[in-house]
T-cell receptor
Framework: AQSVAQPEDQVNVAEGNPLTVKCTYSVSGNPYLFWYVQYPNRGLQFLLKYITGDNLVKGSYGFEAEFNKSQTSFHLKKPSALVSDSALYFCAVRDDNYGQNFVFGPGTRLSVLP | SAVISQKPSRDICQRGTSLTIQCQVDSQVTMMFWYRQQPGQSLTLIATANQGSEATYESGFVIDKFPISRPNLTFSTLTVSNMSPEDSSIYLC??????????FGPGTRLTVL
């Protein structure tokens, strides 16, 4: 079965600095990988996905993520953080051997300090 | 993308009662899901709502407690039956589009007293 780990509960970064939110996964088949963001009292918003092709994928709001098959990772990155990026970030995986179900990581709370 | 609405947005209920949550999508979709999320925590899949057949439930969730309807490709309901305080949570509806993207409704925040 598939699983997702986000090793950091909380990430703090100063505004203007680069940010990284880590995600590792485990699947038996090919992974479909996703990042979602949740702002306070809001639903989840899709940021980006990796299905196939280029390992570096670009998404909404200037975010990007790099798929690393050997390290089974899909870290979310942004070159210059904004205070408005402060939110809860979820990594998710779908294993193409296990149908349509997504498995979500535990979430990482990002705080961007002015 | 898909635009999803849920009703109610929040409710406070007495234990032993039931609440039905509605999910409406602005386009026809095959895959529709119901999740539960404790505030600030991860999402747990309750079930996949299948159009024209019984929902597929994940381990730990049963039809008697969480009956689901899916009468057509744009609408689904989730009922939380015989509620207890442990059912207090945020319930999220989601759909998956043909390009593997999953979109979520705004959620229903349920408090059971």
């Amino acid at each position: 079965a598939q699983s997702v780990a986000q090793p950091e509960d909380q990430v703090n970064v100063a505004e203007g600095n680069p940010l990284t939110v880590k995600c590792t996964y485990s699947v038996s088949g090919n992974p479909y990988l996703f990042w979602y963001v949740q702002y306070p009292n809001r639903g989840l918003q899709f940021l980006l996905k990796y299905i196939t092709g280029d390992n570096l994928v670009k998404g909404s709001y200037g975010f990007e993520a790099e798929f690393n098959k050997s390290q089974t990772s899909f870290h979310l990155k942004k070159p210059s953080a904004l205070v408005s990026d402060s939110a809860l970030y979820f990594c998710a995986v779908r294993d193409d051997n296990y149908g349509q179900n997504f498995v979500f990581g535990p979430g990482t709370r990002l705080s961007v300090l002015p | 993308s898909a635009v999803i609405s849920q009703k109610p947005s929040r409710d406070i209920c007495q234990r032993g009662t039931s609440l039905t949550i509605q999910c409406q999508v602005d386009s026809q979709v095959t895959m529709m899901f119901w999740y539960r999320q404790q505030p600030g925590q991860s999402l747990t899949l309750i079930a996949t709502a299948n159009q024209g057949s019984e929902a597929t439930y994940e381990s730990g969730f049963v039809i008697d407690k969480f009956p689901i309807s899916r009468p057509n490709l744009t609408f689904s309901t989730l009922t939380v039956s015989n509620m207890s305080p442990e059912d207090s949570s945020i319930y999220l509806c989601s759909v998956m589009t043909g390009n593997h993207e999953q979109f979520f409704g705004p959620g229903t925040r349920l408090t059971v007293l």
